[in-house]
């Protein structure tokens, strides 16, 4: 058994230790939103936050995610309001759709750590996250407009 | 220091009866230029000769790869810049999103193709770049006993580091990678044998 | 909303789905009927799917049920579609509910989501469709009201009596309106009575995608179902020699090890089928399994010599000729003042980033897939046949594409979960790895090009292009005798007007390697060959390469997008030490122009400043699907200029995934501009029509810049 926490629910799963984050996810938890894209850490479909870091979870194994806090896009935020999510949806940055788990998951760490991103921080935070449909100059604008959200949510406070 | 290094110290000088050049101490404000090297018994020729093998250990892909003259890693037995260009970052552990450990897990990951692991995986911070790619033997001989250059550390921190997790990790990268051209027990021997022979550059 | 990714087959399921109780007004057009709509009774709804399909639901509580019968992987027309429908129906967007239409060709005539086809095949049907609901809803109303039909206006959902101003809404007229004739000819609105059509609205699929609600294929779970890797012949068509299953069946999870068929057309690929609980136990039971393959039977082709031969067919074949005016050979022949070079692009892969996947469930006399599908009712058809189980018993369901690209339009992954299936006797999804994604095929074919010209007073007089690559035809059984039918797409219609001598032709050529269409399909690499020729051409008369095309192509809306691309690029204004390119090409009824602006990169090599794209594509739905869709060409065709290519080792792919095929990335895309051309024209496509110009108008700006002329693809940046 490999206790965790998923979403803020404890989780108590029957699988290996070796068994990757990303499999015991979606097969073993039903959470389908984290994404299966290349099985090595190349893509970024398949980021998650472990301890608030945007793990790739195709490649971390349950080992490592033992006795961790996990989240998924399906926890980032109760309604689908965290600034990032927000900002994908003023901007419509989405085409098919199947990478964005990851952009976002990757997108909100940065926030987290730099609220002001320049266009060099959002290439620095956001290159491992590859996107077949080229939605990159809206995934650009939309955390430009997630960080001034983030800003006034504070200044709102 | 930690007492035990201190006695170390004091050992050699001991030893050695030759207390060259400079001494390190936390005590003093200003680092010297230099560690300060006791030889056992100082020997350009053996000193040189050792570093010429501890040279092509540092410059295989193994290490040369985390010790990039710019601020992304390299990667492969070709040592290329390491594809999404992850970021140094101010400790080294890569920034935001791009994190080492994002990807680098605590052990290698199984199969071809995949990141290689260690619970230390880092670059050399930003304020101590310790840069070995494009280096002659004679600069990066200079800059590994230079504590402003390698992280300050002395002989004896010198000495250890071979035994570094991270060092070790080099022989050990996973499915896919060169070794380094010489065995973890012989790049330690050279690299002792060059700082205990007096810590010499070769002239190139 | 909420989402519904399907119908369900089953007819209480669907009646439940779109609120359809005893009264409801449905709308549809019957193919091959293909004209006025009909009127389906909530009482002729059946089991049976043909009833089942109507377009547009209209239920007592007003909500409207639109079946999307087109698959959406990215491209748009989950909103596109309703987009067009609520606009004639007036009623608003949030009251539309989108469900995918199962495959059924002789419900909802093509189904393939391919050659940019949703919008510019359907929408005329669509608009026509929507407003005879509306009409129909307000003569029920007005009936009812007992009033002058001509007083009546719907808006919003309602039917309004405007003298009154009282309202009924559409549910509680569904029924009096189903009850009547549909009419023929409805009253359209003009373009500039557009309310939403021609507006940026917000994607409705949207939200989903934000929060990871939306289910993909990969995502579609059905009860009881289990997983299941395949391992394949890296050669494609050799057979099983043997298989060693016994350390894989010792992986927890593993159920069962055997063989398995993949049908392609009226090929056979074959492999090993692993099958499990979970999909890591299907993939760690993989990694032991032991296969030997018998590859013999077929060439084995490596990639320098499937350019060599091309390349040397072209030297000496004519090939078969598409089409001829004039006679371009006899003109050449007779100057020794012509070009004469070749062209070359590579193989690719399509890597969408949902790896391929599929569930079957073979029940024996029935069989249902879900999956990311393009082509629901091909797959019907080839599944009926191959399985041998009566078409309407195969129930073909789309979900969510994560990208497409052209491959999802194939056949064979849904053939092999089906087969995985029958074998186990349950449903099952069967997982392609990335690396079978890109190894596997099929792939975009590598082609070669020779491009021959000659001019007389600065203007073209002859041109003679010769292809010589595979025709993703004759893997579905094109006929070998006749030519590739894509040979001069991409070429701009308007030049046959001023070149008199013309000519395309293409030279058999067949390998092994299975290809298939591809975004943009052949455009995307004769766009290459011909817009980079035109520019040829253009300084060997020593004109500039824009004024040089607007000479020749003199068709009113060529004029208008030369005349945009360069006021919007600042073409005239360009500096000496920026390399300026432009190509048009013409896709799918639609043409876009792009200039690409160049510099010398510090670091050696040159740089993409920007990218300035012009689509005119007719009467178009939502500027905003339209800007996100040439963006996202631009990025694809980057790629594939800069650096993707698919090699093969004795027909063994030596790229494997994202390392070796790496993708563009956030911190390599350059700035792009996207303008549309405000007409009133036919529809054109969108998702594939700027994808072609890119190449031609990067390595022409290179050209300029440079002074070097680039033929092959792809090439670095960094090294030119």
């Not at chain 3, 019907?380 to 497409?404: A, C, H, P, R, W």
């Not at chain 3, 051309?677 to 890119?694: K, M, W």
């Amino acid at each position: 058994m490999i206790q965790l926490t998923v979403n803020g629910k404890t989780e108590n799963l029957d699988v290996s230790p070796e068994m990757p984050l990303l499999w015991a996810i979606r097969d073993t938890l039903g959470l389908t939103g984290t994404k299966f894209g290349c099985g090595v850490a190349q893509c970024g479909a398949c980021v998650v936050h472990l301890d608030g870091e945007a793990v790739r979870s195709c490649v971390t194994k349950m080992s490592r995610a033992r006795g961790k806090n996990v989240v998924t896009i399906e926890g980032l935020s109760q309604n689908n309001d965290h600034p990032a999510q927000k900002a994908w949806q003023e901007i419509d940055v989405p085409q098919c759709g199947y990478c964005h788990s990851g952009q976002i998951m990757s997108a909100a760490v940065l926030l987290r750590e730099n609220p002001n991103p320049t266009d060099q921080d959002i290439d620095d935070a956001m290159a491992g996250n590859i996107c077949r449909c080229g939605t990159y100059p809206r995934i650009r604008k939309a955390i430009h407009l997630a960080s001034q959200m983030q800003e006034k949510t504070k200044s709102d406070k | 220091m930690s007492t035990k290094i201190k006695f170390i110290w004091i050992a050699i000088i001991l030893v050695s009866g030759i207390g060259l050049a400079f001494t390190v101490s936390k005590n003093r404000i200003v680092e010297k230029e230099y560690v300060s090297i006791v030889p056992i018994k100082k020997d350009s020729v053996a000193s040189v000769a050792a570093f010429k093998q501890v040279y092509k250990v540092l410059m295989s892909p193994r290490c040369v790869n985390c010790h990039p003259k710019g601020d992304i890693p390299l990667q492969g037995d070709n040592s290329v810049i390491h594809s999404m260009q992850p970021k140094r970052g101010k400790d080294g552990k890569g920034v935001y999103a791009m994190k080492c450990a994002n990807c680098h897990q605590p052990s290698n990951s199984p199969g071809l193709h995949t990141p290689p692991g260690n619970p230390e995986w880092h670059l050399p911070p930003a304020d101590m770049k310790m840069v070995f790619e494009g280096k002659t033997a004679h600069e990066l001989a200079k800059q590994l006993v230079n504590p402003q250059l390698n992280g300050h550390k002395d002989l004896q921190q010198l000495i250890a580091h071979a035994d570094d997790g991270l060092v070790k990790a080099g022989w050990n990268m996973g499915k896919g990678r060169t070794a380094p051209p010489l065995t973890h027990a012989q790049f330690k021997k050279a690299w002792i044998t060059w700082l205990k022979t007096g810590a010499y550059a070769p002239a190139k | 909303m909420t989402q519904n990714n399907n119908i369900d087959t089953t007819r209480r399921n669907f009646l439940k789905l779109t609120g359809l109780g005893g009264a409801a007004l449905c709308l549809g057009f019957y193919f091959p009927a293909n004209g006025a709509p009909v009127v389906v009774h909530p009482s002729e709804l059946s089991d049976s799917e043909i009833e089942l399909c109507p377009w547009i639901i209209i239920n007592p509580s007003g909500k409207v049920t639109l079946v999307n019968h087109r698959a959406e992987m990215g491209q748009g027309s989950y909103q596109s579609v309703p987009q067009i429908v609520a606009e004639e129906l007036e009623v608003d967007m949030k009251d539309i509910n989108v469900i995918f239409a199962i495959g059924n060709e002789k419900k909802y005539g093509g189904q393939i989501t391919g050659g940019s086809s949703t919008i510019r095949s359907a929408y005329k049907k669509l608009l026509k469709l929507s407003a005879a609901a509306r009409e129909m809803l307000i003569t029920a109303a007005a009936a009812k009201w007992s009033v002058p039909v001509t007083d009546c206006y719907a808006a919003s959902g309602h039917v309004i009596h405007k003298p009154s101003g009282k309202k009924l809404h559409y549910g509680e007229l569904a029924e009096a309106a189903s009850k009547l004739e549909a009419p023929k000819e409805p009253k359209l609105k003009k373009i500039s009575e557009y309310k939403l059509i021609r507006k940026p609205l917000k994607r409705i699929d949207t939200p989903l995608k934000t929060n990871g609600e939306l289910i993909f294929g990969l995502d579609k779970r059905i009860p009881g179902m289990l997983f299941a890797s395949v391992e394949r012949d890296p050669r494609y068509f050799g057979k099983v020699k043997s298989f060693d299953a016994t350390a894989a069946l010792k992986v927890p999870g593993v159920k069962r090890v055997f063989k398995v068929e993949m049908g392609y057309y009226e090929h056979i690929r074959e492999g090993v089928a692993v099958v499990a609980t979970s999909t890591w136990a299907a993939l760690e039971g993989r990694k032991q399994l032991k296969v030997e393959w018998n590859s013999s039977g077929f060439k084995h082709w490596s990639t320098p010599e499937i350019f060599e031969t091309q390349n040397n067919l072209l030297k000496t074949e004519e090939g078969m000729p598409l089409k001829t005016q004039g006679n371009p050979t006899e003109l050449l022949s007779r100057t020794n003042k012509k070009l004469d070079v070749i062209y070359q692009t590579p193989y690719q892969s399509h890597t969408a980033m949902e790896p391929i996947n599929c569930i079957a469930h073979y029940k024996g006399n029935s069989i249902e897939i879900w999956g990311p599908i393009q082509a629901p009712g091909w797959v019907q058809d080839y599944i009926s046949k191959k399985f041998k189980i009566d078409k309407e018993k195969v129930i073909v369901n789309m979900t969510f594409l994560g990208g497409g690209f052209g491959r999802k339009a194939m056949n064979d992954y849904p053939y092999e979960a089906v087969a995985v299936s029958k074998e186990i006797g349950g449903p099952v999804q069967v997982v392609w790895t990335r690396e079978d994604d890109a190894t596997l095929g099929p792939f975009r074919p590598g082609i070669s090009y020779r491009c021959e010209g000659s001019m007389s007073d600065g203007k073209i007089n002859a041109l003679k292009f010769r292809m010589a690559g595979q025709n993703n035809g004759h893997w579905s059984g094109a006929p070998k005798d006749k030519p590739n039918g894509s040979t001069s797409e991409g070429f701009l219609k308007p030049y046959y007007e001023s070149i008199k001598n013309v000519s395309f032709s293409d030279i058999l050529f067949e390998t092994s390697i299975p290809t298939s269409f591809w975004r943009s399909v052949y455009a995307s690499t004769n766009g290459f060959a011909y817009e980079s020729f035109i520019d040829e051409m253009a300084h060997e008369a020593g004109k500039d390469p824009l004024d040089f095309r607007r000479e020749h192509l003199h068709e009113e809306r060529c004029q208008k997008l030369i005349d945009k691309i360069e006021e919007v690029s600042d073409w005239k204004r360009r500096k000496k030490n920026e390399g300026y390119g432009v190509a048009i090409t013409e896709c799918f009824n639609s043409t876009v122009g792009q200039v690409v602006k160049v510099s010398k990169n510090p670091d050696g090599g040159v740089k993409i400043d920007k990218v300035w794209a012009v689509m005119d594509c007719g009467w178009y739905v939502n500027p905003d699907i339209i800007h996100a869709q040439v963006e996202g060409s631009i990025v694809m065709g980057l790629g594939a200029a800069t650096t993707h290519q698919i090699t093969f080792k004795e027909n063994i792919v030596e790229q494997h995934n994202f390392y070796d095929y790496p993708m563009p990335r956030i911190n390599e895309i350059p700035l792009i501009e996207v303008h549309i051309i405000d007409n009133e024209e036919d529809a054109g496509g969108v998702g594939e029509p700027a994808l072609p110009p890119f190449a031609p108008a990067l390595t022409n700006a290179i050209f300029d810049l440079t002074g070097k002329r680039i033929r092959t693809l792809p090439f670095s940046l960094g090294t030119v």
